[in-house]
């Protein structure tokens, strides 16, 4: 349920009415807007007489909510949410990028990539520590080691590191050396992994599902902020359909729906979408022309002898100039890159 009061009712009022709808054992979160503010109802509501509710002189109206996502859902909250990491913004109405290899193979390769990437306008640096691979025999990552080595990087740099967690029993490891933990899609429906990350005050790069559906991403989103960690990034990166020639079939369309029904701030992957890195520019292009709010693009200082998805990755060279044209895009669209 979704209350919309009057324009100007005092602060007071408005706390006054949250308790009083506390009382009945519902979740209230208010999201004070310029000209009125709202109130989000999460539990039980059909203990709350709603006529009673439209007769209050502070309300204006008030909505039922259809959809099972709530937390995540734009009636909740209306404006756009803005997710601070350090010192860079995601989801103000500019686009960024997250760069960097698909797994860190040394110290000196991750710095030396998130350099470059920096020098060409990357905002923060991706690389993977903790891999989950289809095979039990392919490269699985540097593990704690590969953390370190992000972070090494992130400090000779300035770049927020953004890596993926595979399971909650390095939870604590990443809180101590990662800015942006990353669900991968294979984890996206990790629930018990959703849970414990909602109880953490640590941005979530929420990754859609191989097969799933836009409803299902967003209620992953829910289960996150459902635990009180609302700063949540979803990620389009493409879903398994027929074809056969991509690696994924990228879903453009999910960007404008996302932000239709959620206000919570969209970013793409070509990467993983396409398996072949001469389509990550194009698709890139079109990403940004749908409104992403931003991408996370692989970039590798020697594709053809990456340990992981060499065929996908950006030269540091190819990633300088795609971004040039990337920029153009923004700036047609009124956005900074």
């Known amino acids: 349920m979704v209350i919309v009061l009057k324009n100007n009712v005092a602060k007071k009022d408005i706390e006054e009415l949250s308790n009083k709808i506390r009382s009945y054992g519902v979740d209230v979160k208010v999201t004070y ?41 734009r009636k909740f909250h209306p404006d756009n949410s803005v997710i601070r990491i350090k010192d860079k913004l995601i989801g103000d109405g500019n686009a960024v990028v997250i760069a960097g290899p698909c797994s860190v193979e040394s110290e000196d390769q991750i710095i030396e990539i998130a350099k470059k990437v920096k020098a060409s306008g990357a905002s923060f640096l991706r690389g993977g520590a903790y891999k989950p691979r289809t095979s039990p025999y392919s490269f699985q ?18 770049l927020p590191v953004v890596t993926e967690i595979v399971s909650s029993r390095t939870l604590d490891l990443f809180l101590e050396n990662v800015d942006v933990i990353q669900v991968g899609a294979r984890n996206m429906q990790n629930f018990d992994l959703l849970k414990e990350l909602g ?31 609302e700063d949540v990034i979803l990620c389009e990166r493409g879903i398994r359909t027929f074809e056969t020639y991509t690696r994924n079939t990228l879903d453009l369309s999910a960007i404008p729906v996302l932000k239709k029904l959620s206000h919570l701030p969209v970013i793409v992957d070509p990467s993983h979408a396409t398996g072949h890195a001469w389509m990550v520019e194009s698709l890139s292009k079109a990403a940004i022309a749908c409104g992403a709010d931003g991408l ?6 020697d594709p053809p002898h990456a340990k992981s998805d060499g065929k996908q990755s950006l030269t540091p060279e190819e990633f300088e100039s795609a971004m040039g044209k990337l920029r153009k895009i923004a700036e047609a669209d009124g956005r900074k890159l």
């Open 296 to 301: 996370i693009i692989e970039v590798h200082n």
């Open 141 to 158: 990552g540097l593990e704690l080691q590969g953390l370190r080595f992000l972070k090494a990087a992130s400090e000779a740099t300035g």
């Open 33 to 73: 807007g310029e000209n009125c503010s709202i109130l989000g109802l999460v539990g039980d509501t059909s203990v709350i007489n709603q006529e009673h509710l439209e007769m209050d002189e502070r309300v204006e109206r008030v909505m039922r909510v259809q959809e099972p996502f709530k937390k995540a859902n």
């Open 199 to 229: 109880k953490v005050r640590k941005p979530i790069l929420l990754k859609r599902g191989l097969s799933s559906t836009i409803e299902e991403l967003l209620m992953s989103a829910e289960y996150i902020m459902a635990g009180g960690n």
